[in-house]
């Protein structure tokens, strides 16, 4: 499968964006999903996954109740509606697919990135 990740950009803090990730080559629903983020200097982290049916997810902490994933399996698509943003959230985003991990880090296919750079 094959992932492309949009919907980056610059915003302040406490704004809100929203990411997307299109799916293609292969059946989108198969997979469970996930995003991860880099930012600069550090390690890729995980930042939330979804089952492949959207009933279960899993948030890291620092995220919880400001974003939420949430998928289209008819238009192969996964979002990430991202709000309260904070500096901290500056990273590079990424979405990936996996048959069978969900929290684990060792997804199988990875997209391109989307950078997020939120001001203070």
């Known amino acids: 499968v094959q992932l492309q990740a949009s919907g980056g950009g610059l915003v302040q803090a406490g704004d809100s964006l929203r990411l997307s990730c299109a799916a293609s080559g292969r059946t989108f629903s198969r997979y469970n999903m996930a995003w991860f983020r880099q930012a600069p200097g550090k390690e890729r982290e995980f930042v939330v996954a979804i089952s492949w049916i959207g009933r279960i997810t899993s948030y890291t902490d620092s995220v919880k109740g400001r974003f939420t994933v949430s998928r289209d399996n008819a238009k192969d698509t996964l979002y990430l509606q991202m709000n309260s943003l904070k500096p901290e959230d500056t990273a590079v985003y990424y979405c990936?697919?996996?048959?069978?991990?969900?929290?684990?880090?060792?997804?199988?296919?990875w997209g391109q990135g989307t950078l997020v750079t939120v001001s203070s």
């Open positions: 990936a697919a996996d048959e069978t991990r969900l929290t684990s880090v060792n997804y199988d296919y």
